[in-house]
């Protein structure tokens, strides 16, 4: 079984992808609103999604350092990161993350929660 992990902040969108994601067999879903709680850090072959907060903390070095952290721990574990589309630092920090191997890929925080949703199973097929 394959787990998806929410570091998000907004909640809504959190339950809306969770509830998407309900219906999938072979998905463990856990939701993690407090960023600090490194103990839920994913274990195994999965995805995370790290929300970058549109306004306050935690901001997108912190988000990166919270992906390199997961990377350390668990090189199998695919990393999303989800930025504000109109906070610059956020985009560029993604794009350059991406360029790098920080994460694998990312989504902005407008986006659908079915595009969401599509993204992270689409991280998951390969070893479904």
Same mark, same amino acid.
């Given at each position: ?9 907004? +909640?809504? @969108?959190?339950?809306? %992808?969770?509830?998407? !994601?309900?219906? =999938? ?19 195994? =072959?999965? @995805? /995370?999604?790290?929300?970058? /907060? ?7 070095? *912190?988000?990166?350092? !919270?992906?390199?952290?997961?990377? #350390? ?6 990393? %999303? !990161? ?8 956020? @985009? /560029?920090?993604?794009?350059?993350? =991406? #360029? ?7 989504? *902005? ?6 595009? @969401? +949703?599509? =993204? ?9």
């Amino acid at each position: 079984m394959q787990t998806i992990t929410l570091f998000m902040l907004c +909640t809504p @969108v959190a339950q809306a %992808v969770m509830q998407q !994601l309900r219906s =999938k067999q072979d998905v463990r879903l856990v939701y993690v609103p407090v960023y600090d709680r490194l103990s839920s850090l994913p274990d195994g =072959k999965g @995805v /995370a999604l790290i929300e970058v /907060a549109e306004t306050g903390r935690p901001v997108v070095s *912190f988000c990166l350092s !919270l992906c390199d952290r997961i990377r #350390r721990a668990n090189p199998d574990c695919r990393l %999303v !990161l989800m930025c504000p589309e109109l906070h610059e630092q956020s @985009v /560029a920090g993604a794009l350059e993350a =991406k #360029r790098q191997g920080r994460i694998d890929d990312f989504v *902005f925080c407008d986006s659908s929660v079915d595009y @969401v +949703t599509a =993204k992270l199973l689409s991280l998951l097929l390969p070893s479904l």
